[in-house]
């Protein structure tokens, strides 16, 4: 079994949601990496995750929505955007806040659960979950895969340990 087919299955996919989104954002040209959980795979051993969290160049967003409409829900949020699809249980969260797009610039082609994306720096994905752990107002459970996340990060490159708040230093310590 491939990591594609892995991941089809985990997600209850009818269709490759995850490759029918990257191909709709490619053929568009649309500048984007990925910053959250699959980020933290392409860096350290996977843990499955179904949310595919990135960013896009912000003057791209309304030619993403009016073309990802046809095969998507996509329901509008402070600073994210969700598109979800009866096909599949992937679920795509698109960060809208203006603080991630430094991130498309540095993002690299890596390769995550058989899938070739762009992911953010590993500095950068470990900023985006320090911004995520850091907001009080999500709930408990996605703050602790968060920190958990950090952890792994900081687990297999220790040197990323002096880029953290003393606050989350003495929770992984």
């Known amino acids: 079994m491939t990591e594609k087919e892995f991941m089809n299955i985990l997600a209850n996919g ?3 949601i995850l490759q029918e989104f990257l191909d709709l954002i490619n053929e568009l040209d649309i500048a984007y990496c990925v910053i959250g959980g699959l980020a933290v795979n392409a860096y350290v051993e996977p843990v499955v995750s179904l949310d595919l969290d990135l960013v896009v160049v912000a003057d791209a967003i ?5 073309s990802a409409n046809k095969m998507f829900m996509i329901k509008e ?8 699809s ?9 960060q809208t806040d203006l603080c991630y797009q430094p991130f498309i610039s540095r993002a690299t082609t890596r390769k ?6 762009k992911v953010a ?5 470990l900023q985006g979950k320090i911004w995520a ?7 408990q459970s996605k703050r602790q895969k968060d920190l958990a996340d950090i952890f792994r990060l900081v687990e297999e490159y220790p040197h990323l340990k002096d880029l953290l708040p003393e606050s989350i230093k003495i929770r992984i310590s």
């Open 14 to 16: 009818e269709i490759d």
């Open 62 to 66: 309304d030619k993403l929505i009016k």
């Open 77 to 84: 949020f402070p600073h994210s955007l969700n598109f979800t």
């Open 86 to 94: 009866s096909k599949s249980d992937l679920r795509i969260q698109i």
């Open 112 to 117: 995550v659960m058989g899938y070739e994306m």
């Open 121 to 125: 720096t590993i500095e950068d994905v």
């Open 133 to 139: 752990y850091s907001d009080e107002h999500r709930r």
